[in-house]
């Protein structure tokens, strides 16, 4: 019984123990396959609670493992740029113009991430008694004279030497009666300030924002404007990472792209530091807590905004086998079309046309190829080629076979009647399909290349992807149309066949749309991924695999037979031009119906 009881205690201690090192509800399980993420934190306070934040977020709520590398802001840089360090979260513009002149203009090795949403400031202070006693000493004007700076001891006190600081530049260009030194930490900087508060007047180095201010009663100096505005400016600070981050880690990335919080968030996250003494891990999992709603929105939007997928996750690899499949299936039918080439179904029906369809399809599936891996320029742009290129000989090779089959048969028009389309002329006009949808794509990409930004090929026009979809839509629907106008032209046009195909297809183009717009990142990717050769699939199991079928199940002497039956049957009605049979199945010829 008592073993039964220790064992209930340890395990209520192990789930207590669970719950309480978590800081957001539903945690998510820590992939350790993807990239770690190693998060930059500098030597002070600030810093320490940016990166805490973040790591919880990308750690509980996305499952990506992160690393806190302690680094000062001078070595981050050249860190940062060679991939050994991913993520910096609170750089001061000021203080780091060469940096940013350097590895983010010129080399583009760090990539600025935008704004933290804090808003800081440097600057000199010192106890707000000590003003109000002496009042000229609110202004650093009259530092020049020295008995103004003996009462703070002649000297400035800096922090830490690696931190940016401008301080013997200040004191020399404006002849200060003073001189500066580094008392060392910010640790060793707040005991000094803490200690001679009381004590002794002090001048010192400090920023906003910082729990301090709120602890102790501190008067910020007006330094000379020059000084306010280029060297100690307020400013909103700045986030910066890796210029591979975003392939590396894109879910990362996209997260460090929208996280920001207010001064007043950081002001009172550091006040708890100072005041209450907690850690800065304690105090960012208490605002994560109590900022659900705030951080939230940037998970969701996060989740609904990659296209693209690794190459070893579960769904690229469904993908890549399932559109494999498709393709060797329309590789097989091909290979058959070759072999029954001369059989006179095959040639009634346009041999060649239906293998120019194949090969288009084949092209197309291949888009869901292009989507798995890295999202850059050139994946966007093949994915798009390969789509658009694929889709217009496939099914613009169905639509001018149908066509011809409607110009023979169908057509009042004496003089489209006297001018047979061979296959030569179908290229011809494939070709001019095709030179339109390499114009449309081209000025796409020229004029409105894509945003790959996390792994997502975004248009930043949408008049030329409107186009894009608009041409294809036209393609369709005139094979709609042909189709079912010729779809009592038996062995000839296959009417009811591609009716059924692209109407089919077309359902299945709407709601690919309609789950795009409306699934997260995996459904996306899946739809597209495995819709493409799905719509494929359709034309193929509707038009050739049925056709094939006949050709191996009848003799060439019967379907030789079935040919001229159906031409007598088709032209009961309509006076036909250029075409006849004879033993080997059609030919040209000049006779009436």
Same mark, same amino acid.
């Given at each position: 019984?008592?073993?039964?009881?220790?064992?209930?205690?340890?395990?209520?201690?192990?789930?207590? !123990?669970?719950?309480?090192?978590?800081?957001?509800?539903?945690?998510?399980?820590?992939?350790?396959?993807?990239?770690?993420?190693?998060?930059?934190?500098?030597?002070?306070?600030?810093?320490?609670?940016?990166?805490?934040?973040?790591?919880?977020?990308?750690?509980?709520?996305?499952?990506?493992?992160?690393?806190?590398?302690?680094?000062?802001?001078?070595?981050? =840089?050249?860190?940062?740029?060679?991939?050994?360090?991913?993520?910096?979260?609170?750089?001061?513009?000021?203080?780091?113009?060469?940096?940013?002149?350097?590895?983010?203009?010129?080399?583009?090795?760090?990539?600025?991430?935008?704004?933290?949403?804090?808003?800081?400031?440097?600057?000199?202070? !010192?106890?707000?008694?000590?003003?109000?006693?002496?009042?000229?000493?609110?202004?650093?004007?009259?530092?020049?004279?020295?008995?103004?700076?003996?009462?703070?001891?002649?000297?400035?006190?800096?922090?830490?030497?690696?931190?940016?600081?401008?301080?013997?530049?200040?004191?020399?260009?404006?002849?200060?009666?003073?001189?500066?030194?580094?008392?060392?930490?910010?640790?060793?900087?707040?005991?000094? /300030?803490?200690?001679?508060?009381?004590?002794?007047?002090?001048?010192?180095?400090?920023?906003?924002?910082?729990?301090?201010?709120?602890?102790?009663?501190?008067?910020?100096? &007006?330094?000379?404007?020059?000084?306010?505005?280029?060297?100690?400016?307020?400013?909103?600070?700045?986030?910066?990472?890796?210029?591979? $981050?975003?392939?590396?880690?894109?879910? @990362?990335?996209?997260?460090?792209?929208?996280?920001?919080?207010?001064?007043?968030?950081?002001?009172?996250?550091? *006040?708890?530091?100072?005041?209450?003494?907690?850690?800065?891990?304690?105090?960012?999992?208490?605002?994560?807590?109590?900022?659900?709603?705030?951080?939230?929105? =940037?998970?969701?939007?996060?989740?609904?905004?990659?296209?693209?997928?690794?190459?070893?996750?579960?769904?690229?690899?469904?993908? /890549?086998?399932?559109?494999?499949?498709?393709?060797?299936?329309?590789? /097989?039918?091909? @290979?058959?079309?070759?072999?029954?080439?001369?059989?006179?179904?095959?040639?009634?029906?346009?041999?060649?046309?239906?293998?120019?369809?194949?090969?288009?399809?084949?092209?197309?599936?291949?888009?869901?190829?292009?989507?798995? *891996?890295? @999202?850059?320029?050139?994946?966007?742009?093949?994915?798009?080629?390969?789509?658009?290129?694929?889709?217009?000989?496939?099914?613009? &090779?169905? /639509?001018?076979?149908?066509?011809?089959?409607?110009?023979?048969?169908?057509?009042?028009?004496?003089?489209?009647?006297?001018?047979?389309?061979?296959?030569?002329?179908?290229?011809?006009?494939? @070709?001019? $399909?095709?030179?339109?949808?390499?114009?449309?794509?081209?000025?796409?990409?020229?004029?409105?290349? $894509?945003? !790959?930004?996390?792994?997502?090929?975004?248009?930043?026009? *949408?008049?030329?992807?409107?186009?894009?979809?608009?041409?294809?839509?036209?393609?369709?629907?005139?094979?709609?149309?042909?189709?079912?106008?010729?779809?009592?032209?038996?062995? $000839?046009?296959?009417?009811? #066949?591609?009716?059924?195909?692209?109407?089919?297809?077309?359902?299945?183009?709407?709601?690919?749309?309609?789950?795009?717009?409306?699934?997260?990142?995996?459904?996306?990717?899946?739809?597209?991924?495995?819709?493409?050769?799905?719509?494929?699939?359709?034309?193929?199991?509707?038009?050739?695999?049925?056709?094939?079928?006949?050709?191996?199940? !009848?003799?060439?002497?019967?379907?030789?037979?079935?040919?001229?039956?159906?031409?007598?049957?088709?032209?009961?009605?309509?006076?036909?031009?250029?075409?006849?049979? #004879?033993?080997?199945?059609?030919?040209?010829?000049?006779?009436?119906?």
């Amino acid at each position: 019984l008592m073993r039964m009881l220790g064992s209930f205690i340890l395990v209520g201690l192990l789930l207590v !123990t669970s719950v309480a090192s978590s800081c957001t509800p539903d945690i998510v399980e820590l992939n350790e396959l993807v990239p770690k993420v190693v998060l930059v934190q500098n030597s002070w306070m600030g810093s320490a609670v940016n990166v805490n934040v973040a790591k919880i977020l990308l750690e509980e709520r996305i499952g990506i493992p992160t690393h806190i590398v302690s680094l000062d802001e001078t070595e981050m =840089w050249e860190e940062m740029a060679a991939g050994r360090a991913h993520v910096a979260l609170e750089v001061w513009p000021s203080g780091h113009v060469k940096a940013f002149e350097k590895y983010v203009q010129e080399n583009r090795t760090v990539i600025s991430a935008g704004p933290l949403g804090v808003i800081g400031q440097i600057g000199w202070y !010192t106890q707000q008694y000590v003003v109000d006693a002496h009042p000229q000493l609110s202004s650093s004007r009259s530092f020049t004279d020295p008995n103004n700076t003996a009462i703070f001891g002649g000297v400035v006190h800096g922090v830490d030497p690696t931190f940016v600081q401008f301080e013997g530049q200040i004191i020399e260009t404006y002849e200060y009666a003073m001189t500066n030194d580094y008392i060392g930490s910010e640790e060793e900087l707040l005991d000094k /300030v803490r200690g001679s508060y009381d004590e002794e007047p002090m001048l010192f180095y400090f920023w906003s924002p910082h729990g301090l201010l709120g602890e102790l009663e501190l008067a910020r100096i &007006s330094l000379p404007p020059d000084v306010e505005d280029k060297m100690y400016p307020a400013e909103i600070l700045r986030k910066v990472y890796w210029h591979e $981050f975003r392939t590396y880690s894109p879910s @990362a990335a996209f997260l460090i792209d929208t996280f920001s919080y207010s001064t007043a968030d950081q002001i009172e996250m550091l *006040g708890k530091i100072e005041k209450l003494g907690m850690t800065p891990e304690e105090v960012a999992c208490e605002w994560v807590q109590n900022n659900r709603v705030y951080w939230q929105n =940037w998970i969701e939007e996060m989740e609904n905004t990659p296209d693209f997928v690794p190459n070893d996750s579960a769904a690229g690899i469904i993908i /890549v086998i399932w559109t494999a499949c498709i393709q060797a299936l329309a590789v /097989v039918i091909l @290979a058959l079309y070759l072999y029954k080439r001369k059989h006179p179904l095959l040639v009634a029906t346009a041999c060649h046309p239906s293998m120019l369809s194949l090969i288009g399809g084949i092209v197309m599936s291949a888009v869901s190829y292009w989507m798995i *891996g890295e @999202a850059r320029v050139v994946n966007c742009a093949g994915a798009t080629v390969m789509s658009g290129l694929g889709y217009v000989i496939m099914m613009g &090779s169905l /639509v001018l076979k149908e066509y011809r089959v409607f110009k023979l048969f169908l057509s009042d028009s004496k003089k489209l009647k006297m001018k047979p389309m061979k296959d030569t002329h179908l290229a011809l006009h494939l @070709a001019l $399909f095709l030179s339109i949808e390499i114009s449309i794509i081209v000025l796409w990409l020229a004029v409105s290349p $894509f945003d !790959t930004t996390y792994l997502h090929c975004r248009p930043t026009d *949408g008049t030329f992807y409107s186009l894009f979809i608009f041409f294809k839509g036209i393609i369709l629907l005139a094979c709609i149309y042909l189709g079912y106008k010729t779809r009592h032209i038996d062995f $000839f046009a296959e009417g009811w #066949n591609v009716t059924i195909a692209s109407v089919v297809g077309s359902l299945v183009g709407i709601v690919a749309i309609i789950l795009i717009f409306t699934l997260p990142v995996l459904g996306v990717v899946l739809t597209i991924g495995i819709g493409t050769p799905l719509f494929h699939l359709i034309f193929m199991c509707c038009i050739d695999i049925p056709k094939l079928w006949k050709a191996f199940h !009848t003799t060439e002497a019967k379907a030789r037979e079935q040919v001229s039956s159906s031409i007598i049957s088709a032209t009961a009605s309509k006076s036909v031009s250029s075409l006849s049979v #004879n033993k080997s199945g059609l030919s040209t010829g000049t006779s009436d119906k």
